[in-house]
Nanobody
Framework: QLQASGGGLVQTGGSLRLSCAAS????????MGWFRQAPGKEREFVAFISRSGGRTYYADSVKGRVFISRDNAKGTAYLQMNSLKPEDAAVYYC??????????????????WGQGTQVTVSS
């Protein structure tokens, strides 16, 4: 089970840190991803992190502003979002998968999903 949290309302240019806490499984066995979905749009990839945390991958739209990390001892993945823009507003979802440990950018490549946390960016 994945539990996403940390969303909220922030002004343009502000920062948020999202968390995704895992329970019931060996967290370090899963690569993790973050996705987002704005109203009327498809769910889109944001960031990926490998099992050990040694490899990350980002969507071009967030590269340099958003950073994914994980703490396997705590069973938690994080998404640090800086310099937020109105177009970053969406429901953010974390996802996990036990497959091969390479970047995955499509939602169908992940087996487990959190419930989503809302990020709102005011202009």
């Amino acid at each position: 089970q994945l539990q996403a949290s940390g969303g909220g309302l922030v002004q343009t240019g502000g920062s948020l840190r999202l968390s995704c806490a895992a329970s019931g499984r060996t967290f370090s066995s899963y690569c993790m991803g973050w996705f987002r979905q704005a109203p009327g749009k498809e769910r889109e990839f944001v960031a990926f992190i490998s099992r050990s945390g040694g490899r990350t991958y980002y969507a071009d739209s967030v590269k340099g502003r958003v950073f994914i990390s994980r703490d396997n001892a705590k069973g938690t993945a994080y998404l640090q979002m800086n310099s937020l823009k109105p177009e970053d507003a969406a429901v953010y979802y974390c996802a996990a998968d036990r497959g091969i440990d390479v970047p995955r950018t499509t939602a169908t490549e992940y087996d487990y999903w959190g419930q989503g946390t809302q990020v709102t960016v005011s202009s």
